[in-house]
């Protein structure tokens, strides 16, 4: 059940802007999967109807009713900066459907939507809704994407663009603005209503502890700690880690100016407008942990009740205490995966560390260097294996290899058995940025085959697809640099 707050100041009753001369971009079959909607032979509705009410057209098909859209605000720290209230994600939500809320993006203006025109563009859409199915189909927590409608509509960015309506869904879209929005108003009352809300229906678990505010925070801490420990394992960085972009419920939200790894560059900084790098690959824990902070603050106001404020301190205090002990955790048993280390031996850190060094002094792709490394045969000549010319300090990588062969030693299984385990943590197919900059430039011409054929692609990341072999392969030198910002 989709949370409705009590009073208009937040949670306005709103009904979408039609979008004018709607046609599908592009539709993701999975998505439609997990809330029942039968699809036809080109892999849409067969309900046709489905086209006008993910458009915002209109609140009906033949089956489902939205007859209440809402759009909610929120407020957030940017870049570091109390920013107030902020918007509503630019987001109607249209209803719940099967366990899921589904909602709009850029289905036009609310009240909430300050001086911006509510909608969005189609490039920032595809990206959005591709890596949305990407991040899903990599096994990592993520809103879905189920629908992109286009039209002619012109819009205004740094050019004149075209609009579209990026349909999403996800059990809760609810975020960590949405704590401080808020606590921001001394409003406790609705903070308790919006708390309770998330227990009973997302944390039951929290309910029957003794502090079951103070559980609910570990419990979102958590989440979001594994969360960044799983995107850095795939060399996904988020780019825009505002408070107002995390997600309650530990998933990736708001799909803007992110981007994967092709070189590994610990800083690498995705988003064009982080001049400072805040946002760079590196950063995400720490940022994740200091917007974490943000939600103690305003959460503060919960537990205080019960045991006065300073005591409420002290106790998300030590609960946040946790956050690096379980992302640390976390990434460490990713990245031994990563390599092939099944088992936990001492040594293991500072050889992972070692060769994640020497692929940032190489610049070495993140992804088919790890979709590699499974493929290498501990007992045939390790030093002369291939992964090497990757390097540029060739004596110390060939020494990295001879300790890495050692270490493999003590693994039980067999080369083959590794490899398999290896291809299910080390993705073939990831959202690289010049992939999803071709798709948009051929949908910018009306041609959506390529999001089409990137969905399909990316729907099986672990799966060797060598009819599509090249999708793998890193930038060609001029493809490299596609610069993303926050413009949407
Ligand atoms: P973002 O940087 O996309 O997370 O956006 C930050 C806030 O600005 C969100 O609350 C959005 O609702 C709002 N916003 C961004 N672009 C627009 C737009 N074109 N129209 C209305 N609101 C917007
Ligand atoms: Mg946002």
Redesign the pocket.
Known sequence: MAFTFSGDDVCQATQPTPLPEPYWVAFSPSSAKLIGIELDKNQLPTDTTWLAVLSGNQLSTGTHQFPNPIAT??S?H?FGVWAGQ??????ILLGDIAGQELQLK?AG??R?????????VLRSSIREFLCSEAMHALGIPTTRALSIIGSDLPIRRETLETAAVCARLAPSFMRV?HFEHFASLDDVGRLKEFADYLIQNHYPESQNTENPYLSLFKEICSRNANLVAQWQSVGFCHG?L?S??ISVLGLTI?Y?PFGFLDQFQIDHICNHSDQGGRYAYHRQPQIMHWNMACLASAMIPLLANDSGKEKAQEQLRGALEQFPVVYAHKWQSLFRKKLGLFTVQEGDIPLIERLLQAMHDSKVDFTSFFRNLGKLQVNSAISKNPLRDEFLDRESIDRWFVDYAERLQLESSSDIARQKEMDRINPKYVLRNHLAQSAIEMAQNKDFSEVIKLLKILSHPYEEQDEYHSYSLAPPPNAQSVEVS?S?
């Open positions: 605000a929120y957030g940017q902020l918007g509503d994600g630019r987001a850029g203006i609310t909430f939507s300050r001086m911006g025109d509510g909608r969005a603005g825009v505002n107002d972009n708001d803007g926050c949407s």
